[in-house]
């Protein structure tokens, strides 16, 4: 499988090199294709696929052989339709995970208010959807966000699916998010789908560990790897309204070493899942309040 997000930043990148390889500007080869200057910066940026205008591009500046079909192979793939595509419904910033998820090899993960999206029941995810429905309009319908997630899980678990690690702040598994019994299952079943599966760890950070050099992080945040070494790495950082995405290798350099930070100073694998499980015992259990 290929994320048609990935591999559009990938020809973006593509035929950035190729211009400026060539020595042109954005006038001169809008100019010699018969385009406009707007239309080669779209394409640059990975706004449009136009395989028409793609394939004049590489005739005009002499492309052929193994690099022609290299660079056609990948637009094709940017211009695919994934799954989520069928459900617009879900929201356009799960339908970005979504497409990230479809081709990542890895994914590591932050979490520092939630249990993460992969690993949620269906019991937590509606709780989660009523609470920002709550907040404000949301920009999706609440049934198909639950089914789109659903359908993220099943995903991530198919054979020849990415490796996942994720950390989880301590805050994010005391403070009720839903109410307490779909807390209790919620962690109970983490706990359960952790231990059972080759290719999802899990690490709880205490709230008392110690980060090397302090540095504590400001948000949730996700990282993401493809199997292709010149697709870019990927970070979605997560915020109230929005997911700011990053390619820059700066960018993603400096998140990668506050997760290795974070990864240190978190629990090792045995022990946060024994930490899940006594936390959810530590949970009342609401049906025993309603009866007495």
Do not use: C
Not at 37 to 52: M, P, W
Not at 88 to 97: D, H, N, S, T, W
Not at 204 to 233: K, N, Q
């Amino acid at each position: 499988m290929i994320s048609p997000y990935v591999r559009r930043l990938r020809l973006a990148a593509e035929l950035r090199s190729l211009r400026t390889d060539a020595g042109l500007t954005h006038e001169q080869l809008a100019k010699r294709i018969g385009q406009s200057r707007a239309q080669i910066s779209r394409l640059e940026n990975g706004h449009v696929v136009d395989q028409a205008d793609i394939i004049q591009i590489l005739d005009t500046l002499g492309v052929d052989g193994d690099r022609w079909t290299q660079i056609i192979t990948i637009a094709r793939e940017a211009g695919e339709r994934g799954w989520w595509e069928s459900n617009k419904a879900m929201g356009e910033r799960q339908a970005l995970f979504a497409n990230l998820e479809a081709g990542a090899a890895t994914i590591r993960e932050f979490q520092m208010t939630f249990i993460p999206g992969l690993l949620q029941t269906p019991e937590f995810t509606r709780a989660r959807v009523e609470a920002d429905r709550a907040m404000g309009p949301v920009g999706y319908k609440p049934g198909k966000a639950v089914e789109a997630r659903m359908g993220r899980q099943r995903m991530l678990r198919r054979p020849g699916g990415p490796n996942y690690e994720v950390i989880i702040d301590e805050v994010a598994v005391r403070r009720l998010a839903a109410p307490t019994e779909v807390v209790k299952k919620q962690l109970y079943q983490l706990a359960a789908t952790v231990n059972g599966h080759p290719k999802i760890t899990v690490r709880v950070l205490p709230v008392d560990a110690v980060i090397s050099e302090f540095s504590v992080p400001r948000s949730a945040f996700s990282l993401y790897t493809f199997p292709d070494p010149g697709d870019p790495a990927v970070v979605a950082v997560d915020t109230v309204t929005d997911d700011l995405v990053l390619t820059e290798l700066d960018a993603v350099r400096r998140y990668e070493d506050l997760y290795g930070k974070l990864r240190e100073a978190a629990l090792p694998m045995d022990d946060s899942l024994e930490f899940l499980i006594q936390a959810a015992k530590m949970l009342p259990d609401d049906r025993k309040e309603r009866t007495t």
